[in-house]
Structures are given as C-alpha cells and as structure tokens.
C-alpha cells in the first residue's frame, strides 16, 4: 500500500516537529531541506535523526515511480540562533491538508501505480513509466516533474483502458489514499483541496437543478455539478486535458459512487468549464479531449 505509506511516513515525521526546535534535516552536499522534511523543526537531534531516517525511506518509496527524483544525503544540522527566527512549521492536526502540489502528486500518482498492479493492469504500469521517462528528458524542474508524471498516467490509462476499468483504478487509488475524515460537499471538498494546493486559481460550482444526469425525479440517476476552474496546473497532452488527480481526490469525497467528466469546453484564457456526475454510464474521470474550437 504504497500510496497510504507515503502519507503516513509524511504524518510520522510531522509528529515529530517543534515549533521552537533547533534541529532540522537537510542535505549534506548541497544545504537543500527536500520534501518530506522541508520547513520541519526538531527538538533534539535523537529525533531529527529518526525523521532523516523515515524521510529516506520516503525519497526511496517515490523513486520506484520517479526515478528521476534527485538524491540527497540527509544529515542531522543544529542551528544555534534566536528562537525567535526559526521558521514557523505546520502542526500536526493540518500536516495533511498543508501538504504540497508536490506531495498530493506523488501520493496520487504511488496510488495509480499500485492500483495498476493490484489490478493486474502491469503493461499500463509499464507503458506510464516509459512514457513518463521519455517525457521528463526535456524537463528539470522538480515540481514540474510530478505535474508531467500524473498527466502521462492519464494519457496512457485513457488510451489503454476502457471507462469501466479506468474507474475501478480511480476507485482503487482513491482507496489507498484513505477516506476524509469529515465527508463535507465532496465536489466543494476536492475543489478546496485543489486550489489550497495551488493547482487551480480558482473555482465555482453550480449543481445542476435537477441533481441528476438522467432518469426522473424518483428514480434519478446520479448527482451533477458544472464546475469552472481557472489556471490548471495540468497542461493539454495530445490533445487531452488530464482530470485524473481531480477524479482521484474526488473518489476520495465519494467512495461509493462513480465519477464521469465530461462536456469540456474553454469559457476564457485559462479557464475550463465541465460537467461532473455520478453516472455510472459516463464513467469517464482520466482525461478528457480539448475542443477543437478552443
């Protein structure tokens, strides 16, 4: 269950921050503090070396999926200032929620690639892995790496399953990464979380008045919402806008039904507008075609 281990390496080495503390990790080469130990604080070096010991098996864990991340030797470093300027950190209770774009990217994508092979889907695992690698040649910049992973998982589970299968990997990742505590508005939820993590600019939603995708007013089909989003982080890949990170965390909200995109359309400069339902007809979430009009 490597996409629930990478969540909970993450909420181990947060428990053991302090605010006040004047340990940190960090690479013995080069000065830098990687994910997962970025901005975290240790009261004494006895628990900075546990949390440079399971942020290295973080680091492994996300390198069987991106081979590309870069290697750090951690290290143990005190900083011997003022209290008072050492950088404020993230409690443990929002350690989730405050993850980066960084770290929901390579959760999500861990879970995929588990998913995959849970599912016996290997020759998908594989053909997203070749085409990620072949991808990343051209790009250096670490986040924009783990945008590119998620979008090459899209584009090669899109043109490899049919819907029904792409939804039970959507399901079966959105598993591994666990259930919200609190199950709020789950189209609101996931937009939320998108746009805390900076991977959209923005958002709204608008319920379809009916609630339904079809049927009638007794037996309906599944709920809708037309959503808006400005500034996706998730570029076009050959002529297909990835929505599979938003179906993954939306699954998330709705672990009991299916989730169908569909209708995209470009409503300005970097805005799309979509419809998102519960029909299990329309079980399409991985990706969808830009229109040829935009």
């Excluded at 302090?18 to 070096?45: I, L, S």
């Excluded at 092979?117 to 020759?123: A, F, P, T, V």
């Excluded at 609630?211 to 007013?217: E, H, L, N, S, Y």
Aim: aromatic share 6%; proline share 6%.
């Amino acid at each position: 269950m490597v996409g629930a281990t990478l969540s909970d390496l993450r909420e181990r080495i947060a428990e053991h921050h302090d605010d006040g503390g004047r340990y940190y990790v960090n690479c013995a080469r080069t000065g830098e503090r990687p994910v997962p130990v970025a901005g975290k604080r240790f009261p004494d070096r006895e628990t900075a070396v546990a949390a440079a010991e399971l942020a290295a098996e973080y680091r492994a864990e996300l390198r069987r999926y991106d081979p590309r991340l870069p290697h750090y030797d951690l290290v143990v470093s005190e900083d011997p200032g003022d209290r008072d300027s050492v950088e404020p950190v993230t409690s443990v209770a929002d350690s989730l929620d405050s993850a980066t774009a960084s770290d929901f990217c390579h959760d999500v994508a861990a879970a995929v690639f588990e998913a995959l092979s849970e599912l016996g889907e290997n020759s998908v695992e594989r053909a997203v892995l070749e085409a990620y690698l072949h991808s990343a040649e051209s790009v250096t910049d670490p986040d924009e790496l783990c945008l590119v992973l998620l979008s090459t998982a899209a584009t090669e589970i899109d043109a490899r399953l049919d819907p029904e299968r792409q939804a039970q990997v959507l399901r079966t990742a959105a598993n591994r990464l666990g259930t919200p505590s609190r199950l709020n508005d789950p189209m609101r939820a996931t937009l939320a979380r998108l746009d805390g993590l900076s991977l959209v600019g923005d958002y709204a939603v608008v319920p379809n008045d009916d609630t339904a995708t079809g049927g009638d007013a007794e037996n309906p089909v599944g709920r809708s919402w037309r959503i808006t989003v400005e500034e996706y982080a998730f570029e076009a890949s050959e002529g297909r806008v990835p929505t599979l990170p938003f179906a993954v965390e939306l699954f998330r909200h709705l672990p009991a039904e299916t989730v169908a995109v569909s209708d995209l359309r470009a409503t300005a400069e970097s805005r799309w507008e979509c419809v998102v339902s519960t029909d299990p007809d329309r079980a399409r979430a991985v990706s969808l075609a830009v229109p040829e009009n935009r």
